[in-house]
């Protein structure tokens, strides 16, 4: 079956009169990359509608949806020191909500059990009761809530964003339906993250937190990945995989300190397919987030797309041993977990 796909150039609409690193460019090079490779011709486009304000009602509170509406259509200004909103945002921002939405409804009903979500504006900083850091509505965490509604027992969101999701995790930190899992530069931007934050209540445990400090590359991630993320899903069981998909780890990003390889990205989203293949019946969709280096930003999003479109994706390589700075903190994720997790009682490979 085809990759479902949203990408359009209403998601164009959204756009700062100044310079500012989330800009239409970033579309634009991801729909070429996609169309040099001929993948975009292999997938279904979904077409867009706007979000209704009862899916965004499960995430979001109703004050600050009758707020926005009130004030972004046909406006511009900023909503935070870093989150700009101009005449087509708002539409922009009901589209993306929407698109992760359809997506993820046409995983469960089978029609596309991957999908692919590039749109604008990216979500995982809004918090139920504001918008932040780029972030007007969160896409994925709307989502999940839909997934949730639908009748799915069990969703997990996997961010490997550069930036920790504080929306996200927000969103479902109580919740032990969803599992949200972070790997993300810390500390830096939002603040949030550390490996300590698991979840309260009912949720403990299903917050799966990987502080990894700058400088870190394949092989920190993939050890994140192999020893702490892959054995918490697997224990987890989701019925469906969402991917909060940012390329700002890439090694030239301006607004980060990782060094991620196109390699790289591409071995995550395999380690995240094969959970998918195994719990999952396939149902993986990824929703854009960060990622500001062009270059990066399009490479990263083909060698995604290739996992979504592959029969069944090759085995992950040989990984490398990894900084000192990373072991401690994959260390520090697992002893916050283990009591909650079994299946992190013990090191990984």
């Known amino acids: 079956m085809s990759v479902g796909l949203v990408i359009d150039e209403l998601f164009l609409e959204h756009r700062s009169d100044e310079v500012h690193p989330e800009r239409p460019e970033r579309l634009l090079a991801i729909g070429q990359a996609l169309a040099d490779s001929g993948l975009g011709g292999r997938a279904t486009r979904v077409p867009v509608r706007a979000v209704t304000d009862e899916e965004l009602g499960r995430v979001h509170d109703a004050a600050i949806i009758e707020l926005l509406e009130k004030n972004l259509p046909g406006r511009s200004g900023y909503l935070d020191g870093d989150t700009y909103y101009s005449p087509g945002s708002w539409r922009a921002a009901r589209a993306a909500a929407a698109a992760a939405v359809d997506l993820v409804t046409a995983a469960l009903s089978g029609e596309h059990p991957r999908g692919l979500a590039a749109v604008r504006p990216p979500g995982h900083h809004a918090t139920p009761s504001r918008p932040m850091g780029f972030c007007i509505f969160n896409n994925v965490a709307v989502a999940a809530a839909a997934a949730r509604a639908a009748g799915c027992a069990r969703v997990a969101v996997v961010d490997w964003d550069v930036h920790h999701g504080n929306g996200t995790q927000d969103a479902f930190y109580a919740d032990p339906t969803v599992m949200y899992v972070s790997t993300h530069q810390y500390p830096f931007y939002p603040g949030s993250g550390a490996a300590a934050e698991i979840g309260e209540g009912a949720g ?21 990945f192999d020893e702490i993320i892959v054995p918490a899903l697997r224990w987890f069981r989701p019925e469906l995989i969402l991917v909060s998909a940012g390329y700002d780890a890439f090694v030239d990003d301006p607004l980060a300190g990782m060094r991620v390889s196109t390699e790289g990205f591409r071995r995550m989203a395999g380690a995240v397919r094969a959970v998918a293949d195994e719990v999952a ?6 929703v854009l987030e960060g990622g500001y280096d062009l270059r990066g930003l399009a490479e990263g999003v083909v060698a995604t797309f290739e996992i979504l479109d592959a029969d069944t994706p090759a085995p992950p390589h040989d990984r490398k041993d990894i900084a000192h700075g990373a072991r401690a903190a994959i260390e520090a994720a697992r002893r916050a977990l283990s009591p909650h997790i079994p299946a992190l009682a013990q090191p990984g490979v």
Do not use: Q
Request: aromatic share 4%; hydrophobic share 35%; glycine share 18%.
């Open 204 to 224: 403990t445990g299903t917050t799966v937190n990987l502080p990894l400090p700058a400088g870190s590359g394949d092989a920190e991630y993939a050890a994140a």
């Open 281 to 286: 019946g396939g149902r993986m969709v990824c």
